[in-house]
Nanobody
Framework: QVQLVESGGGLVQAGGSLRLSCAAS????????MGWFRQAPGKEREFVIC????????DYADFVKGRFTISRDNAKNTVFLQMNSLKPEDTAVYYC??????????????????WGQGTQVTVSS
C-alpha cells in the first residue's frame, strides 16, 4: 500500500508562486512514476504534470507551460510541484498520484494507482 500526502497549498495572489510537496510511503519511492492532477469546482479532474521514475521524462499540460515544473527527491521520497505566475484559473484541488508498475505514468488518470487526499490552491485576482 502506498500513501501519498500533499502539502503546500494555500491562498496566493495572481502572479504569485506556490510549491506543493507530496510525500510518499510504502514501496520504494524510486520505483514510482509520479504525477499531479487538479480538479476545479464543477469540472473534471485534469492532468497537470508528471515525471518518470528517475526523472528522465517529464510532461506537462499546455496550460502550465513555462510556469510549472516538477521535480523529485528520491532520497526524501518526495515529489514537488513548483507553480509560478499563478492565475485565478489555476484555482483547484491539486492531487498527487503514483504509478507503481510503470516507468512513466502519462497524462491519463488511469495510469496511476494511488492518490493523495488533495491540497487546495486558491489564486485571487
Amino acid at each position: 500500500q502506498v500513501q501519498l500526502v500533499e502539502s503546500g497549498g494555500g491562498l496566493v495572489q495572481a502572479g504569485g508562486s506556490l510549491r506543493l510537496s507530496c510525500a510518499a510511503s510504502g514501496r520504494t519511492f524510486r520505483s514510482y512514476a509520479m504525477g499531479w492532477f487538479r480538479q476545479a469546482p464543477g469540472k473534471e479532474r485534469e492532468f497537470v504534470i508528471c515525471i518518470s521514475r528517475i526523472g528522465s521524462i517529464t510532461d506537462y499540460a499546455d496550460f502550465v507551460k513555462g510556469r510549472f515544473t516538477i521535480s523529485r527527491d528520491n532520497a526524501k521520497n518526495t515529489v514537488f510541484l513548483q507553480m509560478n505566475s499563478l492565475k485565478p484559473e489555476d484555482t483547484a484541488v491539486y492531487y498527487c498520484a503514483a504509478s507503481v508498475d510503470r516507468y512513466y505514468g502519462g497524462r491519463s488518470y488511469v495510469g496511476y494507482d494511488y492518490w493523495g487526499q488533495g491540497t487546495q490552491v486558491t489564486v485571487s485576482s
